[in-house]
């Protein structure tokens, strides 16, 4: 069935350091891709999306890229900050649903900066 | 303009009892889906409420149960409850059925004792 994998273990950086989470799918077609991102006590928010292959969704500094061949949408951000402590989940529609309903999400993936 | 707004935000329960979460999707919104999460888990789908009606379940069993009501207000219902069913719930609203992005409430941390 439709799934998603990520990167396991949390990711410890400096300010400004480059950051890449990765991501790997399973899925049948080319779902919409999402990355959603949880920070402490609060629900969950969208971060980015890209609805086709070869598609570059970015928001707030942080970018992925739909990669049909290695079916993957890793999350990259150049110069991480203090206030992008979070977790992170790559995420996709599992199939029989509608474009942005029924999520599958990744376990998640824990980011702590520090200054 | 409000968002979407989940209550009680923690509730402690114990094995056996019945509980009832609730949910007021954003303004404009009329779908709601819950989905539970596990400490240290990713959020796992476990049914969708468009017209009053559940139109998506996720893998969860019976004793799962919800209701919609005319205002778009959803309330989430776990019966028997297990040890296992710990968790944070998470509401989360859209326009047409998940045809446009969810937007997630803070959620409602339970604890079974």
């Known amino acids: 069935g439709d799934s998603v994998t990520q990167m396991e273990g949390p990711v410890t950086l400096s300010e400004e350091a480059f950051l890449t989470i990765n991501c790997t799918y399973t899925?049948?077609?080319?779902?919409?891709l999402f990355w959603y991102v949880q920070y402490p006590g609060e629900g969950l928010q969208l971060l980015l999306k890209a609805t086709k292959a070869d598609d570059k969704g970015s928001n707030k500094g942080f970018e992925a890229t739909y990669r049909k061949e290695t079916t993957s949408f890793h999350l990259e951000k150049g110069s991480v900050q203090v206030s992008d402590s979070a977790v992170y989940f790559c995420?996709?529609?599992?199939?029989?649903?509608?474009?942005?309903?029924?999520?599958?999400f990744g376990q998640g993936t824990i980011l702590t900066v520090h200054p | 303009d409000a968002g979407v707004t989940q209550s009680p935000t923690h509730l402690i329960k114990t094995r056996g009892q019945q509980v009832t979460l609730r949910c007021s999707p954003k303004?404009?919104?009329?779908?709601v889906s819950w989905y539970q999460q596990a400490l240290g888990q990713g959020p796992q789908f476990i049914f969708q409420y468009y017209e009053e009606e559940e139109r998506q379940r996720g893998n969860f069993p019976d004793r799962f149960s919800g209701h919609q009501f005319p205002n778009y207000s959803s309330e989430l219902n776990v019966n028997a409850l297990l040890l296992g069913d710990s968790a944070l719930y998470l509401c989360?609203?859209?326009?047409?059925?998940?045809?446009?992005?969810?937007?997630f409430g803070d959620g409602t941390r339970l604890s079974i004792l």
């Open positions: 303004s404009g919104h009329d779908t």
């Open positions: 989360a609203s859209s326009l047409g059925q998940g045809y446009q992005p969810q937007h």
């Open positions: 899925a049948t077609g080319y779902p919409s």
């Open positions: 995420a996709l529609p599992l199939a029989g649903g509608t474009s942005y309903g029924k999520l599958t």
